[in-house]
């Protein structure tokens, strides 16, 4: 019983995250917004195994296969509740999908895309930030709109896709 009672009055810990209000004073204002993930990219293989996988393993909604040839992949995207999953197999011999998939033979996670409320304005604060974009100006993405792809070096080893919200 003396047990019992020690584990009776034992205070719980608590630990608070910082007042939102503390995040953003730290953070400088900028011309452009950062908005929601809007996908997580995934290199795989074989595109058919990797379709079947989400739509009749996990029972998840599966797109059909769209070509892109300005970006040298197909792609598929998986439904989720909160984002979607962009699967990405190569189209044509100089896709970057294909020299990716050469270092990583199974796949695995290309790219995150997240939203941007004015591409142009953010494209502009990151280039005099430093940050390297991959192309000169936005292409249009797999859901028709801008986006650009921000140098893996200069964020943390993720290549980051932004697009237009």
């Not at 009055?9 to 910082?18: E, F, G, N």
């Not at 290309?110 to 953010?122: F, R």
Request: net charge neutral; hydrophobic share 40%.
């Amino acid at each position: 019983s003396g047990f019992l009672n020690r584990f009776k009055t034992a205070a719980p810990t608590v630990r608070t995250l910082p007042s939102s209000n503390s995040f953003s004073q730290n953070i400088p204002s900028c011309l452009w917004n950062l908005g929601r993930l809007n996908h997580v990219a995934i290199a795989v293989p074989d595109l058919e195994k990797a379709q079947s996988f989400y739509k009749d393993v996990l029972g998840a909604q599966v797109s059909e296969t769209v070509a892109l040839p300005e970006h040298g992949v197909y792609t598929v995207f998986v439904e989720l509740g909160n984002t979607k999953l962009e699967l990405l197999h190569p189209l044509g011999e100089k896709s970057p999908i294909a020299s990716f998939l050469q270092k990583n033979k199974t796949g695995g996670m290309h790219h995150i895309c997240i939203e941007v409320d004015d591409i142009k304005a953010a494209m502009t604060e990151l280039k005099e930030k430093k940050i390297r974009i991959l192309s000169d100006e936005p292409k249009i993405g797999a859901h028709g709109k801008p986006v650009i792809f921000l140098h893996p070096k200069d964020c943390h080893g993720v290549l980051v896709e932004l697009e237009q919200a």
